[in-house]
DNA sequence: GCAAAAGTGTTATCCCTACACCCATGA
DNA sequence: TCATGGGTGTAGGGATAACACTTTTGC
């Protein structure tokens, strides 16, 4: 492969849409570019592919290298081939979606980054490349996956309150949803269990804890 | 990129699965290699990317160089990129999921490949590379898709019965189903018109053509 | 006792499923 | 007239959507 010519020469980087929700919006995690192209500007983690690595072995490894998330849920989005997409020639990126709960957000910069930061997705920055477009195509991916998978437990701490499952959903889908038909078809999905402890947060009512059966898991229903 | 070794050095391929619904089966279109590695084997049509198309004109260029198909459904299906999947070195490839109508089935070798031929997917020949996998991917969009899409009438010619449209679906989704309910959800996605034809075709009653109301277009229902 | 969020059932509506017979044609 | 696939409606069951008040707690 790529032996003098004999192929085009191509690179291939994978960028990774990290979403939270949290401060009542649905974050992504950016960090500033720290070298040229767009030095200086904010871009998606990402970077280019190792020679014995596997395109989500590359995706996980960015990730940690450049914001020091990992053990969070990761799937493959989209690749983006635009010959103009990169000034610096033919780089093609394979997507990432990835889910990361709030109790777990507290990137730092690294390698290739400064720093890494949140930020609302619908108070973006400027961004490096086209990576507005490959949020954009997160964000449906994600808001679609929530109507017909457990994906939004990804999003949630080990133990949550039904509650906050609720707030997840509607803030990543944009609007309210009745309470008790959302906790009738939550639990009608038969993957929570209770953990029989509460959570006191104020002056009201403790909620009851639950946590997922099977950790980790992501099923699809209907 | 690529220059002098700064990234590691990698070549992309597009490989495409090409769907099409005749003689009572689901098929899939394969071309024989004419060149190693994996020469006289078959394998899924596709090949390198020039420097300058993006990936999607890249298929379907491949696609009309190795078997003549043209003009027909496309859309990105994942990217594969085990280190090892390819013999001649690092070598990842976005797969595209292409949909045929079986008027247009006439596929004819070239380039790349000494000829082109459908195979049922139930009944495929041994494959180079990992294009075992790609097909079993592509089939599993298909049949998710056919559940909230139109997209089975791309597997459709221009006009075409009710019967013809439950036909596809049953073939591709491996079941048999009414056909009261069938006509009454498909006229529901209110996308066809009736031609006003019909079409005899046997010692029966002739029966009803319709089209799509948008030919060449795909919406997501539900 | 008051504010604030937790928790809980019933009813009406819509959608999906099951199911059987007549129609139009060619041979 | 017979064989073949085309074409049509209804009723029951399950899922979904609308809707309001009581409970528990901290202050």
Redesign the interface.
């Known amino acids: ?2 032996e003098s010519g004999k ?6 980087t994978t960028d990774i849409v990290v979403f939270s929700v949290f401060g009542a919006k649905l974050n992504v995690l950016l960090i500033e570019r720290g070298r040229e192209p767009f030095i200086g500007q904010w871009a998606l983690p990402g970077g ?8 989500e072995d590359c995706a996980r490894r960015e990730l940690k290298e450049e914001t020091g998330v990992s053990g969070i849920y990761l799937e ?1 989005l ?6 103009e997409r ?1 000034p ?5 990126t ?1 997507a990432y979606l990835a889910l990361v709960p709030p109790d777990r957000v507290s990137p730092r910069g690294g390698s290739d980054a400064r720093r890494a930061e949140w930020f609302g997705v619908d108070d973006l920055p400027r961004l490096a490349f086209d990576h507005h477009g490959i949020i954009a195509t997160g964000r449906e991916r994600l808001i679609a996956k929530l109507g017909y998978s457990t994906i939004a437990f990804q999003l949630l701490p080990q133990e949550f309150t039904l509650s906050e499952v609720q707030t997840v959903h509607e803030i990543v889908r944009g609007r309210r949803l009745d309470k008790r038909n959302f906790r009738k078809s939550i639990l009608a999905l038969d993957v929570l269990r209770e953990t029989g402890r509460r959570r006191a947060e104020g002056s009201h009512r403790p909620a009851m804890l639950y946590e997922l059966a099977h950790p980790g898991t992501v099923v699809i229903v209907r």
Not at 88 to 92: E, F, H, L, Q
């Open positions: 492969m790529g192929y085009p020469v191509v690179s291939v280019f592919i190792h020679s014995d690595e596997g395109l493959q989209f690749s983006f081939g635009a010959p990169d610096r020639g033919r780089v093609i394979v």
